[in-house]
């Protein structure tokens, strides 16, 4: 069994630590509120999953330091427009060669129009990095609806990691080579949804 940094304490995060803590993971979620961490620690719950109850086998910490010592792995699940900043923050945390950082949210930087793990490599250039994307829900992960995900990257310990470590009965994980397409279909699929959905509506109602 695997420690997990898990950067985000979002439904996605928290559910991706559920599904990981339930195989048997110890996992470590960081959240900027203290608030969040207390909640999870105490009552075990998530305010954004009301209605799942989390393993004990995940805590929760305001401090990045305590989060990333001693993690196999950090997956990254922080909204798009807070990626550099606090990747910034924890980088000196960060053992390079050891501790893969695979990137789960979903968007491009704005400013800069990059892909998440363009950032991250920006902010540490010698860091190994994946994307891990899919059509998915964080209120059906977090209660084992079978799903599918892909990790892409270019380093292939990475790729077999994440099998590893994700995979069950419940979750199967693809790989790829092409981590910027996979970035790119998990920004874009929300925004073609939206608007295919909006053009049926008005093809609907004329």
């Known amino acids: 069994m695997k420690q997990i940094a898990v950067i985000g304490s979002g439904s996605w995060g928290v559910a991706l630590s559920i599904h990981l803590a339930k195989i048997g993971h110890k996992v ?15 009552e075990k719950k998530c305010k954004f999953l009301p209605n799942v109850e989390l393993p004990e086998n995940i ?7 305590d989060v ?17 900043n606090i ?3 924890y980088k000196q945390y960060v053992d390079v060669q050891n501790q893969p950082i695979v990137v789960c949210s979903k968007g491009i ?18 860091a190994r990095v994946g994307a891990l994307s ?9 209660i084992a609806v079978p799903t599918v995900l892909v990790i892409a990257s270019k380093d292939e ?3 077999e990691l994440i099998q590893d470590i994700f995979m069950n ?7 790829s080579n092409d981590v910027k397409g996979v970035e790119l279909g998990g920004a874009l699929k929300n925004i073609i949804a939206f608007c295919s959905r909006n053009c049926r509506r008005t093809w609907l109602w004329r």
């Open 28 to 42: 470590k979620i960081w959240s900027f509120s203290q608030e969040e961490a207390n909640l999870i620690n105490n």
């Open 68 to 84: 990333l010592n001693g993690a196999d792995l950090i997956l990254q699940v922080t909204p798009s427009k807070f990626t550099r």
């Open 134 to 142: 899919g059509p998915s829900h964080a209120e059906e992960v977090a």
């Open 169 to 175: 009965e419940c979750m199967r994980i693809y790989t």
């Open 87 to 89: 990747v910034k923050e």
């Open 109 to 126: 930087e704005k400013q800069t129009a990059l892909t998440l793990d363009e950032v991250i490599l920006q902010e540490i250039p010698n």
């Open 59 to 65: 805590q929760c910490f305001t401090s990045y330091e």
């Open 157 to 159: 310990q990475i790729k």
